[in-house]
């Protein structure tokens, strides 16, 4: 049987940050609680005219550069701050990109693991019809309340995967390790913007799943600990996926030193410090981080993949970089989207934080202010209407 995986990765963030010193200027606080603490440095802030649709849309235009966009045979959309409790985010993104009508489209939900539900949906499907490709996007803006030890921690992104046969980026395994327990560590009830968060229980939460997970894994799967050379954490703030790999390496009692424990998640920790947590998209981004920076040529490495759902869902799977999966990433675009970004004043942020979230359905036109590909340009009777730019 054909290898199934990723073909093709792209992510796209805001056009806005505020820098972490600039907000801890605000709290009277000392900056490197969060440079050091969080490792974080800078948040994503998406601009009036942003949503999870647009940047998922974003996200994905690069990979149909020089694809078909009708050969996309099912669009899977991943994301915790959804815009509608019926319609799926995706069938906006369905029409902005193009896709064929014969593309089926459904959202995905469970805290920031369902971008890996969609994954592992994805490969079945490509397992079971290999000539047809899957589109997997995960999108989602990080809010919480100011002031809040949340705060820091936001961030938004989108990132957007080809599933294929024989694919070009990484080959995903087949086994896998889950744990699922009812917790309430992070929700957001339907009469809430901002997410409550029980943070300390949420880092307890996050390594008891990451163990059990792992368990099931090693039942599931032939490879052991020394058999993956990289790892990719969920990424609510970067801090988090150094405790969770110590956490991980003590349990396989792993013979590395730090430094060389700290060298097999480095690279994927880089865009996250960017841009702060993107929910669903953050283990991805994570992923594209890893592809894009790493010191070393990854052809041929497996890596060990841990997603993390508040609620709690957790998974645990490996898979392998392909050969030449260099010539198939969008390194460039991805620097010069990050780099052209423009850097917000506290009194800005607060501005975009604020922003109209009409409830009511009452109209509104929204200013043009993005630098992406597609905006929402109004609301009008309960209706959102996005434009490609």
């Known amino acids: 049987m054909s290898s199934v995986g990723i073909d093709q990765i792209s992510f796209y963030t805001s056009n806005y940050y505020l820098d972490l010193r600039t907000l801890a200027r605000a709290q009277n606080t000392d900056p490197e609680k969060y440079y050091?603490?969080?490792?974080?440095?800078?948040?994503?802030?998406?601009?009036?005219?942003?949503?999870?649709?647009?940047?998922?849309?974003?996200?994905?235009?690069?990979?149909?550069?020089?694809?078909?966009?009708?050969h996309i045979s099912t669009l899977l959309f991943a994301t915790e701050t959804g815009i509608d409790q019926s319609k799926a985010a995706g069938v906006y993104v369905h029409r902005l990109l193009g896709l064929h009508e014969n593309c089926r489209v459904v959202e995905l939900k469970q805290a920031c693991y369902s971008a890996t539900a969609a994954v592992q949906m994805a490969c079945a499907l490509v397992a079971r019809q290999p000539e047809q490709t899957v589109l997997v996007i995960a999108s989602d803006i990080a809010k919480y309340?100011?002031?809040?030890?949340?705060?820091?921690?936001?961030?938004c992104g989108a990132v957007a995967m080809l599933i294929r046969a024989?694919?070009?980026?990484?080959?995903?395994?087949?086994?896998?390790?889950?744990?699922?327990?009812?917790?309430?560590?992070f929700w957001r009830p339907n009469y809430r913007k901002t997410a409550i968060v029980d943070g300390k229980y949420s880092t307890k939460i996050y390594l008891k799943s990451l163990k059990r997970a792992w368990e099931h894994f090693r039942d599931a799967s032939s490879l052991a600990f020394t058999d993956l050379s990289f790892f990719c954490y969920h990424l609510p703030f970067s801090r988090m996926a150094q405790k969770a790999h110590r956490h991980l390496s003590k349990v396989n009692k792993s013979p590395l030193e730090v430094e060389g424990i700290e060298a097999q998640i480095e690279g994927s920790l880089l865009y996250n410090k960017l841009i702060g947590n993107s929910y669903t998209a953050s283990l991805f981004i994570g992923l594209t981080s890893l592809l894009e920076n790493s010191k070393n040529n990854l052809s041929g490495q497996r890596i060990g993949f841990f997603s993390y759902g508040s609620g709690c869902v957790a998974e645990f799977f490996s898979g392998t970089v392909v050969d030449g999966y260099e010539k198939w990433l969008f390194k460039e675009l991805h620097m010069a989207m990050l780099d052209s970004r423009s850097e917000l004043a506290y009194e800005q942020y607060l501005e975009l934080y604020h922003a109209p979230d009409p409830r009511n359905g009452e109209s509104m036109e929204i200013t043009a202010d993005t630098k992406g590909k597609f905006r929402l340009a109004n609301i009008s009777d309960h209706k959102r209407e996005y434009i490609a730019l």
């Open 166 to 185: 024989n694919p070009r980026i990484i080959t995903i395994d087949p086994q896998v390790g889950n744990y699922t327990e009812d917790v309430m560590d």
């Open 36 to 70: 050091v603490g969080i490792g974080q440095e800078k948040m994503g802030m998406p601009a009036h005219d942003e949503d999870i649709v647009t940047m998922a849309a974003s996200a994905a235009a690069p990979l149909f550069k020089s694809e078909d966009s009708k």
């Open 145 to 155: 309340d100011l002031d809040s030890p949340g705060e820091a921690t936001q961030g």
